[in-house]
């Protein structure tokens, strides 16, 4: 007897599906592709302090491919150079790490199915159903949950070049160039790098992304795509339709880091919780929340004020930040995902300490 029938094999549908089976309840997983994790739409940065909270899916030390140490953020006149001392990025192969989850739900018993896309509700072969699939969610579609209104387009590709320094991302945050998000630039190796940029819907950052391509050499584009991020979580993500219950997870829930665009830990967090709750919808939308709704949130409101619409007011943000040593407060307290526990009377103090010793 089937349980639950999760859309999508994405890293929610996965982390939904092992948690799902841990808590005794027999899950399908469909997936359209024919191959788990193909093809791959994501750079794969994940933080550390997250894979590591993961890793009892997916062993992230098999796929890891270069660690990212520091970021340097680059506005018109001014940049900044973040080094935190905790908060270390690792570079993972995405479409491992998705399959390697799979491969962890299968061996608790969960059955998958390739190469069949869910439209319609008579496909669906249980009444407790979760739409992991995606920012285009059919699930949600299909029984007309909220719109996501706030999304991204993105394109990268993977570019042979040269990377001064393997360690550091460069993101280029520019209203002009790239209004609502950025372009960066994430180090492979010494000589490539993933190199992309998110903007706005109609924005067109084509001549400041080819001045990127041009700055580090860039040549010999491959697995080059594009796609949509979303950068709100849904009014709703899980409720009772008639003799179904459905629950949404990952970026069909809008469950991403608005100022980054990664989802793949608070997708995989959030779908955990739906795999142990099921079928109770309101324990679900409750239980996410509470746990990472303040971290979202404040990644959210991050995103709106790096949304501010002049070159030199990012600068002026710039200069003030340095001005206030917030970066070398990120330098020694940052969290790349739970922004939630910097919000406390803690840090507060943290930051404070830090104003009093300052020469
Ligand atoms: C350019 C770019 C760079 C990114 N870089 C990062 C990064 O560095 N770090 C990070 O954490 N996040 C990153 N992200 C975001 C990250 O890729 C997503 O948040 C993450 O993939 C969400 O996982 P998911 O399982 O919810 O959805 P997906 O990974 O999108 O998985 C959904 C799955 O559902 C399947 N599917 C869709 N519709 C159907 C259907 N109707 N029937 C059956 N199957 C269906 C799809 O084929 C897919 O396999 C990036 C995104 C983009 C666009």
């Not at 999508?8 to 191959?35: T, W, Y």
């Not at 001064?164 to 000589?191: C, T, Y």
Request: hydrophobic share 40%; aromatic share 8%.
């Amino acid at each position: 007897m089937l349980d639950v029938h999760i859309v999508g094999a994405g890293p929610a549908g996965c982390f939904c599906a092992v948690a799902a089976q841990k808590a005794g309840k027999n899950a399908l997983v469909s997936e359209e592709h024919a191959r788990i994790g193909e093809p791959v739409h994501c750079s794969g940065l994940v933080s550390k302090s997250a894979l590591e909270e993961m890793s009892d899916v997916v062993d992230y030390r098999k796929i890891s491919i270069n660690t990212i140490e520091t970021a340097t953020i680059f506005c018109a006149d001014e940049h900044v150079k973040l080094r935190p001392k905790k908060a270390k990025a690792i570079l993972i192969d995405r479409g491992e790490f998705d399959r390697m989850a799979a491969d962890c739900a299968q061996s608790e018993g969960a059955k998958f199915e390739l190469g069949k896309k869910i439209s319609r509700k008579e496909q669906l072969k249980s009444y407790c159903v979760v739409g992991a699939d995606g920012p285009s969610s059919a699930v949600a579609q299909m029984f007309g949950f909220p719109k996501i209104r706030r999304v991204v387009s993105a394109y990268q590709a993977d570019y042979e070049c040269s990377v001064q320094e393997k360690h550091d991302a460069k993101l280029f945050i520019s209203p002009r160039h790239f209004p609502g998000f950025f372009g960066w630039v994430i180090p492979i190796s010494a000589q490539s790098a993933k190199i992309g940029f998110a903007v706005k819907p109609g924005a067109s950052p084509k001549k400041a992304f080819a001045q990127i391509l041009e700055k580090f050499g860039a040549k010999r584009p491959e697995n080059g795509f594009g796609a949509a991020i979303p950068i709100e979580t849904r009014g709703k993500t899980a409720g009772e339709f008639g003799k179904y219950s459905v629950f949404l997870a990952g970026d069909a829930a809008g469950q991403v880091k608005a100022t980054t665009g990664g989802g793949i830990y608070f997708g995989a967090s959030c779908a955990r919780i739906a795999g142990r709750v099921f079928p109770d919808t309101a324990a679900y939308e409750r239980g996410w929340r509470k746990e990472y709704g303040t971290d979202l949130m404040m990644h959210s409101l991050l995103r709106r004020a790096m949304n501010i619409s002049s070159e030199a007011a990012v600068d002026a943000l710039l200069g003030v930040f340095k001005l206030g040593m917030l970066d070398r407060f990120i330098n020694e307290h940052a969290e790349m995902d739970r922004w939630g526990r910097l919000a406390s009377a803690k840090s507060v103090v943290d930051y404070a300490k830090l104003i009093a010793s300052a020469k």
